[in-house]
C-alpha cells in the first residue's frame, strides 16, 4: 500500500486539485432542472428494504449516479463501457489530520494496513486471494484527509470485489497476532521513507510552510511515536472513524447502474450510523517573515531545493488563476522559468511550478535539481522570475496555451476507469460538485491576464516565502470464475449502425490501401480490429481505432537502445533518444515544445535496452499537426551542440541521482554479473565518464545508422480511422530510405557463472536490500508468460513471499519477484528491503520458495486465482491508449503480431501446473545465481573500541 502525501502529486500543477479530498460539510442540494436519474435505477430498488432506499439522489452532467442510503452512506456508479474493466473504491474521511492526541502515531495509514488483515466474515488472507482470482489488483492509501480503498478488475469479479471492499471497511477485526506482524512491516515502510532523500525534503518543507496545521506531520507518523501504538489504540481508531456518514463507495466501468446500485445498497444499508465526533483543525495563521531550512542526507547526490507561498484551499475562487500562473510560471518547457533558468542561464534541472490544493489552504511551490555551487545563483534567477511574474501579466499566447493544457489533460483522465473513479471521489468528498473536473476547465477558461497578476501579487509575497534546500552529507540538526477475453462483451455496448459504419469504413479503406502496400493485414480483437500495414520500404504501421474519447496516441518506435550502441560508447543510447525533441533541421527546441503546448499535445521521447522513439498524445482533431512535429523530431534530428551540453549536464545529473535509490544502488551490482559483457549488464544512462565525452557526431551516426524503414514501426491507437493514419504515415514517411548501411549488432548472453554472491555497505542509511536472481528467458521464448505467472504467483498482497515475510514474519514492507524479459535473455529476480539483521533469513525465503515451486505442482485453485489475477492486468493495460500504441509498435519490431498484445490472457489461461514446475526447474538452478546485498556501513568505533569488522566472535 503506497504512501500517498501531496509530494506524491507535485508533478501535476493544473489537475491535482482534483485528487484532493476534504471535508465533512454536507453537499449543495441538486440544481432544479439538471440531469435526471433514469427511471430504470429508481424502478431497481422498489422491492428493496427500507434502509437500502435512498433518502437522496443526484445526477451529473458526466453520467455518475449518486445515491444517499439513511445510513448516511454514499454511492456513486459510472457506467464507461469500452472496456471489460470496473473500479471499484472505498473513500472514508479520515486521515492523518484527525487523529487528534495521537497525532503523529501514524493511525490512520496503520489502520489502512490492517483492514486487509481479516473481517467478521474473511480470515486473514481470504480478501486478498478473493481479489486477485477474479482478477483484481487491490490497494489503498492515506493521506493527511482521507483514506481510499481501491480495486481495479476485470469485469467478471467486481461485485466480489465491491463485497471485499465493505467488508473491510465495515467489519474488520485486527487480529492481535496480525497487528504484531504488521507493526514490523509499517516501522520498515518508515526506514524506507528515512532512506528517501525526496521524502524527507518534502517531510522539512511542509514543517516550514505549516506551523500549526497538522499538514505538517508525516501521514506515516514518527519512528518513535508510531513505536509506542498499540492494537487496542489503533482498533478503537477504526471503530470511532469508521461510519457510514464518513464513506463514499464507487463504482466505475463496466457495469450497469441499475444493477450496481441497488447491489451496492444492499451490501452497506446495514452498517450501522454512529457517532462521529468534528476534528477542528487549528487554522495556519499568516506568514510574516521568510524562513528557510537545509537537511542534509547522506544518499542525496544532487542538491534540490523547494521554494513556495501559503497557497488557497480546493474552493477558494483564487484557485484558477493560481493554477494558470503555476502553468505559465512552470508547466513545461515554454514556462518562464524553464527557459530563464534552465536554458538560458544554465543554473538548473528539472524546474517547475505547481499549485496544491487540498481542503485546507496549501502551498504554491517552485522546485528544482541544481548543482550545490549554482543553487544561490540558481535561487536568486527563480525569484527574479516571479517578481517579472508579478509585474509582468501573461501574454495571449501563454494564457491560451495554459487553457489548452488543461482541456486536453481533462480528456486524457478519462481513459481509464480508475482514473474516472478517482477523479470522481475528489470532485464529491472534496468540492461537493460531481461535476468538478468540467467546472474547473470553466473556471480556467475564463482566467483573465489581470487575474493572474492580482494572484501573484497577493500570494507570492517575500515574507511569505518558504525555502526548503538537500544538500548531499550526513543526518542534520474467486478462484472458480471464467474469465472471458471480453470481446463480445464490448461489441454488445455499440449499436448495429455502429458497427455497420465501421465495417464499410474499414473496406473502403482496404480497397485504397491494399494496392499501396507490401501487406495488409485485419485481425479481429477484443473490441474491435487491428489493422497491420508493411509498406513497400519495409516499415510496418499498425492502427487500432478507438473513438470513445477525442483523443489519440501514437508511438513512433525503432529498434535501437542500449543493445545497439558500440561498446565504447555506454550511454549513447539514451542521450540519443533524450536528443530526438531538441532540435530539428526546421525547429528549435522551443519551438518544438511550443507548437505542442500550444494545442495541449505532448510529445515526448523514450529509450531502452532495445528500443528508443517517441511518444505523442494529442486531440484528435489536431493530430495531422502533431504527427507531422512528431515525424520531424524522428527523422530530422540534428542533435545541436548547445542543447547537447545542456541534455548532457541532465544526464549526469540523472546518473548521481541513481545513488539516491538503494534498488537502483544493488541493481548496479546484480546487472553486470547477470548478464556479463551484454550490453544489458551496462547502466542505461552510462557512466559520467562516458556521457561527459559524448558529442554530436556520434550521435548523428547513431541517427545515420539506426534509422531505417525496416527498423521501425508506427502505432496508432484512439480516435483515428485507418485511413487517417496511412495517410498521415504516407505524407511523411513515404519517401523515407535509409541514409547508410548498416548491419546490427549481434548479442550473445554468456552461461551464467555459478553462485555470484556482491555486498555493498551504503553508510548514513536504515534499511538493506536483497536482490537474487536467476537467469530467465527472452521476449519469444515460450517460457515467458509461465514466469510471468510465477513471478505473480510470488508477489503482491497474498502472494507466496508477503504471505511470509511481511504476514508470517513481519520482516519487510517491500517483497515479491518479478520476471524481466529482454530481447537477447532476461533474468527472474526476488527481491526485498528490510532490515540487516532479517537478510540471513530472507535469503533462505527466497530459495525455499524457488524449491517448493521445483518440487511441488501449484494447487489448481492457486494457479486458478494467479491467471484471473494476470488476466485482470491486461484488461486493465488495455485501457490506456497509450500503453495500447507503444505495445502495438513493439509487436511490429519484434515480430509477434498485433494480435499478441491482446492474447496475452488466452495464454496464460493455458498455463498448467506442471509447466509452471517444469519452468521452475529449468530455470531455478540451485547452483547458478546471482546475489546482491546493500546494507548499512557499520558506525565509527568509539574512541578505543575495534573496528565491527576486526571485532572477535
Known sequence: MPLRTPFAALASCMLLALACLAAETPPPAPEAGGPKVPARVREAFKDLPKEAQPVEWRAARNGALYALLPNGAELIVKEKRNAPVVAVQGWVRTGANHEREFMGAGLSHFCEHLLFKGTVKRPTGQLDQEIRGGGGDNNAYTSSERTVYHVTTETSGWKNSFDCIADMIMNSTFPEEEVKKEHGVVAKEIERSA????????????????????????????????????????????????????????????????????????????WARTDVDEVPLPQEPAQVAPREAVVRHPLCQAPRMYM???????????????????????????????????????????????????????????????????????????????????ALPPSDEE????????????????????????????????????????????????????????????????????????????????????????????????????????????????????????????????GGKVVEIKLNSGLRVVVREDHALPAVHVALSMLGGQRWEPDNLPGAANLFAEMLDHGTETRSKLQIAAQAEDLGASVSTFGGRNTCGINLRCLSGDLPAVFGLGADCLLHANFPGEELKKTKQEVLLQIDQEDEELFTIAGKQFRPRMYGKHPYGRPVLGTRASVEKLESPELVALHRAWLRPENLAIAFAGDVTVSQAFELVQKHFGEFKPAIDFTPPAHALEALAPEQRSETRQPGIQGAILLFGYRGVSFKNADRETLDLAGALLSGLGGRLSVVVREKLGAAYSVGAYNDSQLDGGAFVFYVQTDEASLPKLEEVFREEAKKLRDQPVDEKELASIKGYLSGQEAIALQDPGDVAQRLALSQLYEEGAASVFTRREKYAKITAAQVQEAAKKYFDEKAWVLTVVKPAPEAPKAGEAPENEKQP
Open 308 to 390: 513556495g507561498y501559503a497557497s488557497v484551499a480546493l474552493r477558494d475562487p483564487d484557485l484558477y488563476a493560481l493554477d494558470v500562473l503555476a502553468s505559465v510560471l512552470g508547466d513545461g518547457r515554454t514556462s518562464r522559468l524553464y527557459k530563464r533558468v534552465k536554458d538560458e542561464l544554465q543554473l538548473a534541472e528539472d524546474i517547475s511550478a505547481w499549485n496544491w490544493t487540498p481542503a485546507d489552504k496549501g502551498i504554491f511551490g517552485i522546485t528544482f535539481t541544481a548543482e550545490e555551487a549554482k543553487l544561490p545563483a540558481a535561487r536568486k534567477a527563480v525569484l527574479d522570475e516571479v517578481e517579472k511574474t508579478i
Open 195 to 270: 532512506d528517501n532523500p525526496d521524502s524527507q525534503l518534502w517531510d522539512a518543507f511542509s514543517r516550514l510552510v505549516f506551523q500549526v496545521h497538522p499538514y505538517r506531520v508525516p501521514v506515516l507518523g514518527y519512528p518513535e511515536r508510531f513505536a509506542a501504538v498499540t492494537r487496542e489504540e489503533v482498533f478503537a481508531y477504526y471503530k470511532r472513524r469508521y461510519a457510514p456518514q464518513m464513506t463514499a463507495f464507487l463504482v466505475v466501468g463496466d457495469v450497469d447502474a441499475a444493477e450496481a446500485l441497488p447491489l451496492m445498497a444492499k451490501t452497506v444499508a446495514g
Open 399 to 526: 494564457l491560451t496555451r495554459a487553457k489548452r493544457k488543461v482541456q486536453a489533460q481533462h480528456i486524457f483522465s478519462q481513459t481509464n476507469a480508475e482514473g474516472v473513479a478517482e477523479a470522481l471521489g475528489g470532485d464529491w468528498l472534496t468540492a461537493g460538485d460531481l461535476d468538478f473536473s468540467e467546472t474547473y476547465v470553466d473556471g480556467i477558461g475564463k482566467v483573465t491576464a489581470e487575474q493572474v497578476v492580482k494572484a501573484a501579487q497577493k500570494y507570492l509575497r517575500p515574507e511569505r516565502l518558504n525555502v526548503a534546500i538537500m544538500l548531499p552529507g550526513g543526518e542534520d540538526a474467486k478462484a472458480d470464475v471464467e474469465h472471458p477475453a471480453g470481446g463480445d462483451d464490448a461489441e454488445k455496448t455499440k449499436r448495429p449502425e455502429q458497427l455497420n459504419e465501421a465495417a464499410e469504413a474499414w473496406k473502403k479503406a482496404e480497397a485504397e490501401i491494399r494496392p499501396k502496400v507490401a501487406e495488409l493485414k485485419a485481425s479481429d480483437v477484443p
